[in-house]
């Protein structure tokens, strides 16, 4: 059974930062992507970045230069360190893997951590 753990969400004011985990359980292999979406009251579900089994990145216009995203990919666990965080980034904020097997796609992902930025 494979289970994401998030932690690190919170509450903090404009300008300051946190650090997002995920710990993913129950998939041994480390060809997986992996990733960050948030999900805002009244929004879709948006990437926020995403970093591939190679260690590529790719980062939502609105974070870019703010963000940062990290893997170990041994132990197939993601790190998202936000800096200069802004009110508009309060979301609950999503890890994601997404897993190649047998030809077919499989995409998991965890309950989510609320982030909070205040003005």
């Known amino acids: 059974q494979v289970q994401l753990v998030e932690s690190g969400g919170g509450m903090v004011p404009a300008g300051g930062s946190l650090r997002l985990s995920c710990v993913v359980s129950?998939?041994?292999?480390?060809?997986?992507?992996m990733g960050w979406y948030r999900q805002a009251p009244g929004r879709h579900r948006e990437l926020v970045a995403s970093?591939?089994?190679?260690?590529?990145?790719d980062f939502a216009d609105f974070v870019r230069g703010r963000f940062t995203i990290s893997r170990e990919s041994a132990k197939n666990t993601v790190w998202l360190q936000m800096n200069s965080l802004e009110p508009e980034d309060t979301a609950v904020y999503y890890c994601?893997?997404?897993?190649?097997?047998?030809?077919?796609?499989?995409?998991?992902w965890g309950q989510g951590t609320q982030v909070t930025v205040s003005s």
């Open positions: 994601m893997i997404r897993q190649i097997r047998y030809g077919k796609e499989f995409v998991y």
């Open positions: 970093i591939a089994s190679g260690g590529s990145t």
């Open positions: 129950g998939i041994t292999s480390s060809r997986t992507d």
